[in-house]
């Protein structure tokens, strides 16, 4: 085994924000002295835009291309190999300041509070009720509610909070604007007792939801669906857009 | 507060096994479902191994991964592919998984772990065959645990530096934030699994690592997982979930009540469902009736029933029944309160719940299990005096209308218990008769030997007066239910196993004896070659057992008459004839005793018939050495007894047998060197001979000449001095012999003391076979005289010297130089403990003392001490 590098960044979870020291330190472990004619540090930050295969002229999601790399070279002589090793880390933006508060909403579905019916009178008969604790929501906490299926002529297959983010981008020809499922958690499976509340419980991912963000030329936004399926083959989507914060 | 806690996460195992009892109890209804011989190996399973903390079921097979590596490729495509598979497929697909899941945290691979798992759970939300789904649980919560076992281990050894370990109750500061953040990437992880009941499964399966991240993390963590649940809509997919929450609960957190509660009246809210349309639908579908559907809820029912009861106070266990009344006196409740709540409390309220039981509706649960709960549970407590008997009879009316012979015997071996506690032989009679009218129409025994066999042990535990037992008209044809040879023989050790525990008196109640002969003569006529030696041992002991208890009193001959009739009937068991041989000794003895040692011609005649008895039974025997015993035994009581002619044949016999020892014998499976043995069988026969006295028409000592002639052909073992060690006692025989009068004698005998009365003859005779005798000794120790034998030589010259010491007259001249000799050969080579031969020295001078021993002074002074050089 020859020499390696390693860089141990000091914080277990490799989350900074702006202003902040990130510090730790470089290991290098070999078996005998090591050679080499400097070590330097380099910090990446890029924005890699990907144009999307679905529409032209449309960039895939913003979100994911932004990564923080930690970069360590070894540079050696000749003979030897120059070494390097990189290592990723995050940069969450300055918790915003000042007081949250919780803002609930409380929803009712029934066949006639849906849009997009083609014909009404072919769906059978339901009425689901439930809130959300509150659609602005602290990134570090869980979405939470409840919901209860009062009634349904049609058994329920399955229920499930679909987490959305919503990309726009303007322009001087417009905008456009992409929506991509980022986490779909199942909350009821099978068809559940009626007028028993369901919890609706979501941890929101770490790494592909951030705060709410909102410019001049794009926008990064949350919205909840919840998605109700029922027997044969109807489904039922509730949407619910949600403002994350970190605090 | 603390204390507490800790206190009742130390109680709670015995809680833990009996619900694994009850849930065995579960499966014997389950038993009679199709897929019976499964469902009732992973129920033994889950009784077994308690829910299995470390159950494996099948060793890893060789290209395992590889089949593994397919089944995960193929995805959904999989879980269609598991249901057109064998039950043991299935088990085998599942163990394979468990392996694999092991396979892959060990080498290092924490994602493939992760889905491996998440592919397991999503298994149990299929309820595609539904009588499989609480075998499946069972095996599928295995591997749950397995991978939360392994998610705590390995947090918990990122805490551990080189320098300390984590104490067992950690608090969260402990921990260090590299393993804090690995346990949260493991929670967010599954918080992302798409489905509702893998994620449920997996986060419960690691819920004890959130002692990791906070104090509270559990106690906040139960609640929501408990919520969960409410959105599993099959409700017995939904009643498994609650148990497996409830179990891991009570392990992390056992005093966490509140979830327990509350998984308990949320079910209850659910429990409408089972009623409902689509659970219908699926049944029809499935073609599975209710009857036999509904008693799937049963496990996992007891089990939550059993964790939210286990200490809860009275006034909780009202509410719950309370509650489960309100929903109309369901069947199923009704039976998960029985199996899972305090026996007392239940006997206390028998009636009630005998009046619940009536009104239950006939369609759903099978009402003889509801009957079998409440049974289990009058076995454990009593219930109040004054309700005793009817509680019995409104049980056995509804009972004995029990068709099917299985039900029906399920429910009556529990009732049995109860009936034996509180009632007396004519109602356990009535209950045996009806049992035998039961189980006899077309041989229906025989598919219930266990039960049948658990009502007989049931009865002989309260029975334990023989007299009385056997006086319950019903109980023998009773045992003849049991056809079968082999069960047949097990009821059988059961029932002698409690006679010789019980019984304390002798008996000679002609009942009891007719009944317990013929139960033996089973046991004995079960033996065969292929029997094995400790199951033999058993019998034997049993048998055995039997026969030391029986006694007609003074009439002797009815219990001679008794051992001929025992002998013919055990003649395949050495050690019952030998008990048999041992018996008719002491009953000559005893016969003796009466006499005060002066038979009448009616008792010489009976005595004589004894020694008859033994006699001819001692050849029947293989152990050569047990025979030689007895032959010596059987001698000692013929003598005492006045019969010499018999007495004479049985020590002929023995010494006619001497030459036919082998050299190594079989001690107890092991094959040891017979010559020790011997040694100690002869020397007690030499003391036997000094009393025999000589027969007239035989020559002097016959009997030791006889002997010694045996002894003399032996075989002995080379190297070795056994027969010279033998030689030296016949010595001291013939010393005693030659004494005026002897050591001890025998009541009513004339030894050849009072014989010959000192006869010169009679001592020349004996003089000559000492002189034999010593030149047989003499010439040993000469070829011993070789380097490696010199040991030898000389402890056996110091024995012989001792023996001439103790036995022989040193005014002899010859004898007195002998010893001399012998004295020097012990010393010679320096073999010798000097302490020995100086302490014998000292012996010598100390005895010369006395009156009569001065000729030993003379001795000692030639005797020489070696100095050590």
Not at chain 2, 130 to 154: A, C, H, M, N, W
Not at chain 2, 238 to 248: D, E, G, Q
Not at chain 2, 424 to 433: D, F, G, P, Q, S
């Amino acid at each position: 085994m020859g020499t390696t590098l390693d860089i141990k960044i000091k914080r277990a979870n490799k989350v900074y924000h702006a202003g902040e020291m990130l510090s730790g330190v470089v290991v290098i472990s070999g078996k005998d002295s090591v050679q080499h004619q400097g070590l330097s540090l380099t910090v990446e930050g890029t924005v890699n835009l990907q144009l999307s295969a679905k529409s032209v002229g449309v960039f895939e999601a913003f979100y994911n291309s932004v990564k923080y790399t930690l970069r360590c070279d070894m540079r050696r002589s000749l003979l030897a190999k120059d070494l390097t090793k990189t290592c990723e880390f995050i940069v969450h933006s300055t918790p915003q300041k000042g007081k949250w508060t919780p803002s609930p909403v409380d929803f009712t579905i029934t066949p006639d509070t849906l849009q997009n019916v083609k014909e009404r009178a072919l769906l059978p008969k339901f009425l689901i009720r439930g809130h959300l604790n509150s659609t602005s929501c602290v990134i570090t906490q869980p979405l939470t509610g409840e919901l209860v299926v009062e009634s349904s002529e049609a058994a329920i297959k399955s229920i499930e909070l679909q987490l959305v983010r919503v990309e726009t981008c303007g322009c001087a020809e417009g905008y456009a604007r992409d929506a991509t499922e980022i986490q779909n958690i199942q909350i009821a499976d099978g068809d559940v007792c009626r007028g028993l509340s369901i919890p609706i419980y979501m941890v929101f991912p770490r790494l592909f939801t951030c705060p709410t963000l909102e410019t001049t030329n794009f926008k990064v936004e949350f919205e909840v669906n919840i998605v109700v399926l029922l027997h044969p083959d109807h489904l039922i989507t509730e949407n619910f857009p949600l403002k994350l914060c970190r605090m | 507060m603390q204390g507490h806690t800790g206190l009742e996460a130390g109680t709670e195992k015995p809680s833990r096994t009996l619900a694994a009892v009850f849930c065995l109890s579960g499966f014997c209804v389950a038993s009679r479902l199709p897929s019976s011989p499964f469902f009732c190996f992973c129920f033994c399973l889950c009784f077994s191994a308690e829910w299995l903390p470390g159950f494996s079921l099948l060793t890893a097979a060789d290209g395992m991964v590889s089949r593994l590596t397919w089944y995960i490729c193929q995805d959904k495509g999989s879980q269609k592919e598991l249901l057109n598979l064998t039950q043991q497929d299935y088990v085998n697909r599942i163990e394979e998984l468990n392996q694999s899941l092991k396979d892959a945290w060990a080498s290092d691979q924490k994602v493939k772990a992760l889905k491996i798992v998440i592919q397991c759970s999503k298994l149990l939300s299929d309820t595609s065959v539904i009588q499989f789904y609480p075998s499946k649980f069972v095996l599928i919560t295995d591997i749950l645990d397995t991978f939360g076992k392994l998610v705590y281990e390995r947090i918990f050894s990122m805490c551990v530096d080189n320098r300390s370990v984590l104490p067992d109750h950690f608090s969260p500061e402990n921990v260090n934030d590299t393993a804090k953040e690995t346990c949260l990437n493991w929670f967010f992880k599954i918080a992302s699994i798409r489905e509702l009941i893998p994620r449920f499964y997996v986060e419960a399966s690691i819920l004890k690592c959130n002692k990791f991240l906070s104090k509270t993390g559990i106690s906040e963590c139960l609640p929501r997982l408990t919520c969960m649940v409410r959105g599993i809509g099959d409700p017995l997919v939904s009643v498994y979930a609650r148990a497996y929450l409830c179990r891991v609960g009570m392990e992390v957190a056992p005093h966490l009540k509140e979830s327990l509660n509350k998984n308990f009246f949320d079910f209850l809210l659910t429990f409408k469902q089972i009623h409902g349309d689509t659970v219908q639908n699926q049944l029809v579908l499935q073609g599975v009736e209710l009857p036999s559907y509904l008693p799937l809820y049963s496990p996992a029912m007891d089990w939550v029933f059993q964790c939210v009861s286990y200490h809860a106070p009275e006034a909780l266990l009202t509410e719950m029944m309370e509650r489960c009344k309100k929903l109309g006196n369901n069947a199923l409740l009704l039976n998960s309160v029985m199996s899972a709540f305090r026996a007392e409390f239940i006997a206390a309220r028998s009636m009630d719940f005998i009046g619940m039981i009536k009104e239950c509706d006939e369609s759903g649960f099978p009402k003889h299990l509801l009957f079998r709960s409440l049974g289990l549970n009058l076995a454990l407590a009593d219930p109040p005096e004054s309700d005793r008997l009817q509680i019995l009879n409104e049980a056995w009316k509804v009972i004995t209308k029990l068709k099917n012979p299985q039900d029906y015997i399920n429910c009556a071996e529990v009732w049995v218990e109860y009936t034996c506690k509180h009632f007396t032989k004519r109602e356990v009679n009535t209950i045996l008769a009806d049992v035998i009218k039961h189980m006899t129409p077309d041989r229906a025994f025989e598919d219930s030997y266990p039960q049948l066999q658990s009502i007989i042990k049931k009865v002989i535990a309260h029975f334990h007066d023989f007299s009385v037992l056997f006086s319950v008209e019903k109980f023998l044809p009773f045992l003849d239910m049991f056809q079968k040879e082999s069960v047949r023989v097990e009821v059988c050790k059961c029932i002698m196993e409690v006679f010789i525990k019980h019984q304390q008196e002798p008996t000679k109640d002609p009942v009891i004896l007719n009944a317990l002969l013929h139960v033996c003569k089973t046991m004995h006529d079960s033996v065969n070659a292929l029997t094995l030696e400790d199951e033999k041992r058993m019998l034997a002991y049993l048998i055995n057992g039997f026969i030391k208890m029986v006694s007609f009193g003074r009439d002797f001959e009815q219990q001679l008459s008794f051992y001929v009739e025992a002998r013919s009937m055990f003649c395949n068991l050495e050690p019952v004839l030998v008990q048999l041989i041992h018996s008719v000794n002491r009953l000559a003895m005893e016969t003796r005793k009466v006499m005060k040692g002066n038979h009448s011609r009616k008792t010489a005649a009976f005595v004589r018939a004894c020694v008859a008895y033994c006699f001819i039974t001692i050849p029947s025997l293989a152990g050569i050495f047990t025979r030689l015993n007895l032959y010596l035994h059987s001698g000692q009581v013929a003598l005492a007894n006045q019969c010499l002619s018999q007495a004479d044949a049985f020590f002929k016999a023995a010494i006619s047998l001497v030459p036919e020892v082998p050299k190594m014998i079989n001690i107890d499976g092991k094959m040891r060197p017979s010559e020790s043995f011997l040694l100690e069988f002869l020397c007690n026969f030499f003391s036997t001979l000094l009393i025999v006295p000589d027969h007239p028409e035989h020559g002097v000592l016959f009997l030791v000449r006889e002997l010694l002639n045996v002894i003399q052909d032996y075989t002995w073992e080379e190297n070795s001095d056994e027969k010279i060690r033998i030689y030296t006692c016949v010595l001291h025989l013939l010393s005693a012999m030659s004494q005026e009068t002897y050591l001890y004698h025998v009541d009513k005998v004339d030894s050849n003391d009072s014989l010959y009365g000192g006869d010169s003859k009679f001592l020349a005779e004996n003089n000559k076979l000492c002189e034999t005798v010593m030149a047989q000794i003499l010439e040993h120790l000469k070829t011993l005289a070789k380097d490696e034998a010199l040991k030898r030589q000389s402890s056996l010259g110091l024995s012989f010297f001792n023996s001439i010491l103790a036995h022989g007259d040193l005014r002899n001249n010859r004898l007195n130089q002998l010893s001399v000799n012998l004295w020097h050969l012990a010393q010679r080579h320096g073999c010798v403990d000097t302490r020995t031969m100086v302490k014998t020295l000292e012996y010598i001078k100390k005895q010369s003392k006395q009156p009569d021993m001065g000729h030993l002074t003379e001795l000692a002074l030639r005797l020489p001490l070696q100095t050590r050089t």
